[in-house]
């Protein structure tokens, strides 16, 4: 109903049930599985754009057994030349985790200045954190949210998941010098919210929190083409490099996998339609 990005206000709602992917059989939706959520959201102060969201995941005793309800805001103002925008969100989540009570809660803050420039610059200043606890389940749980948007360069590199993290030093700067092209620099430097849970995604857990909280740094970047007319103009074109640069936790952690950086170079393609 409405629209949030022509309208002054919008609502959107979805039901879904979840798809277990297997390996060697057909893919099917979990039976007593559901997903729904719902947001409203308001454009009627320039200054202070806002959302308001909230999303139920009910698994019963399928996968990880999680009933979570989900809720949170956001309030922002659009990029504006010579102006200054921010986004402000939080993410507050409540239910049980495989039978384990869990309470966790995220939070997102940015803060950016778009440059007259002849070739348009905008920067941004970026923080995030992820609540974390020494019991995994207790952990922020980010449900089915991509990777893309905050910590990496895309789907496939998943170095840096938004559960037990802190990253209170970031930027992101992008650059246009033509219309249709688009260059992207970014860093990011993490920390374990709690250090004695767990760096989510890489299977690593120092319980007794010597292994310190410095995950390390994250550099990325990206060439963005995205023809207007032709054969591609439905079509956008990326390349992009991304080095994590490990910090002294890789260096203590039992398991660890090694202190060498990871370096990762990638080409994409995506079809709109």
């Known amino acids: 109903m409405g629209s949030d990005k022509t309208h002054e206000w919008g609502l959107r709602a979805f039901v879904t049930r979840p798809v277990q992917r297997h390996t060697v059989s057909p893919d099917w939706n979990t039976p007593s599985s559901y997903f729904s959520g719902a947001a409203i959201s308001s454009r009627h102060v320039p200054w202070a754009n806002g959302e308001l969201y909230v999303f139920q995941l009910n698994e019963g005793n399928n996968l990880q057994k999680r009933d979570l309800s989900t809720v949170g805001f956001r309030v922002f103002a659009q990029p504006a030349q010579e102006q200054l925008d ?82 209170p030093v970031g930027f992101r700067s992008t650059l246009k010098p033509y219309p249709t092209v688009e260059l992207m620099v970014s860093h990011r430097t993490f920390w374990l919210a709690d250090g004695r849970g767990p760096f989510v995604g890489s299977g690593l857990q120092d319980t007794t929190g010597r292994a310190g909280t410095f995950l390390g740094n994250l550099f990325d970047t990206s060439l963005n083409w995205s023809p207007q007319e032709g054969y591609f103009r439905h079509t956008s074109f990326e390349l992009g490099f991304a080095r994590f640069f490990k910090g002294s936790y890789f260096n203590r952690v039992p398991q660890s996998p090694g202190t060498a950086d990871v370096n990762y170079v990638y080409t994409m393609a995506t079809l709109t339609f």
């Open 86 to 167: 921010y986004e402000i969100e939080s993410i507050y989540q409540v239910g049980t985790v495989d039978h384990t009570s869990h309470f966790a809660h995220r939070h997102h803050g940015e803060m950016g200045y778009s440059f007259s420039t002849d070739w348009p610059l905008r920067f941004v200043y970026l923080f995030d954190y992820s609540s974390g606890d020494p019991n995994p389940k207790k952990n922020f749980d980010f449900l089915f949210a991509k990777r893309r948007a905050e910590y990496g360069p895309s789907g496939i590199l998943g170095v840096i998941f938004p559960s037990n993290i802190l990253s």
